[in-house]
């Protein structure tokens, strides 16, 4: 069945310190990456995306996630996390090019960042 | 620029009543949009979608429906509530052209039912 994994539920770091969120996905056609934020009290926000081109994306607020198509694989990093950063996390993965409702998400990772 | 509004924002409501949940979108013409539930530690799960007036599509039987009245109005309703449906819900709006892949979510309703 086509799904996406979020390995860790619950990541408490310390400020400064560099994140790491995993995210894979059980599909092998094309796929349309993402990460959405959800700070506390708020919506769910894009992060970043991925549709084609240099693997490597960039999104807001420092963050970046590296699309391993050998590997499944989305995670998402931050080189230096602050206590803003606090928040969950959620990977999602658009599977097939044309049909844009069949869009799975992950369980959600919360981040909880000590200053 | 466009807005997404869900009402209410909190909802209690007794095992059997009726439930309305309503959510629209402004700014776009004909977009997608989504109706999603949120479990705790269990992600996003699509209930329904639709891609214009009067079309919808169910991802999972239950005891929820959904009706798309207006180009920019998508409502989530039932009939007789069961104490499953607790959850917070979520509705989402993404461009009609295929090229806009991303969703844009509102803010929710927590529905308790006891």
């Known amino acids: 069945a086509q799904s996406v994994s979020q390995h860790n539920h619950h990541v408490i770091l310390s400020e400064a310190a560099s994140l790491e969120l995993g995210c894979n996905y059980s599909?092998?056609?094309?796929?349309?990456l993402f990460w959405y934020v959800q700070y506390p009290g708020q919506h769910l926000q894009l992060l970043l995306k991925?549709?084609?081109?240099?693997?490597l994306v960039k999104g807001i607020k420092g963050f970046e996630a590296e699309f391993i198509k050998s590997k499944f694989s989305f995670n998402l990093r931050k080189p230096s996390v602050q206590w803003s950063d606090t928040a969950e996390y959620f990977c999602?993965?658009?599977?097939?090019?044309?049909?844009?409702?069949?869009?799975?998400f992950g369980a959600g990772t919360r981040l909880t960042v000590k200053p | 620029s466009q807005t997404i509004h869900q009402w209410p924002a909190t909802l209690v409501q007794p095992v059997g009543s009726p439930l309305s949940l309503e959510c629209t979108v402004e700014?776009?013409?004909?977009?997608?949009l989504y109706w999603y539930r949120q479990a705790a530690g269990r992600g996003l799960q699509l209930l329904f979608y639709?891609?214009?007036?009067?079309?919808i599509s169910s991802e999972v039987p239950q005891n929820l429906s959904a009706s798309r009245p207006q180009d920019r109005q998508f409502i989530l309703s039932s009939k007789k509530l069961l104490l499953s449906d607790s959850g917070f819900y979520l509705c989402?709006?993404?461009?009609?052209?295929?090229?806009?892949?991303?969703?844009?979510f509102g803010p929710g309703t927590r529905l308790t039912v006891l």
């Open positions: 989402a709006w993404s461009p009609a052209v295929a090229a806009y892949n991303e969703q844009f």
């Open positions: 599909y092998g056609g094309t796929v349309n």
């Open positions: 991925y549709f084609s081109g240099d693997p």
């Open positions: 999602a993965v658009k599977m097939g090019a044309r049909n844009n409702n069949d869009m799975r």
């Open positions: 700014g776009t013409s004909n977009p997608n």
């Open positions: 639709s891609v214009g007036i009067g079309q």
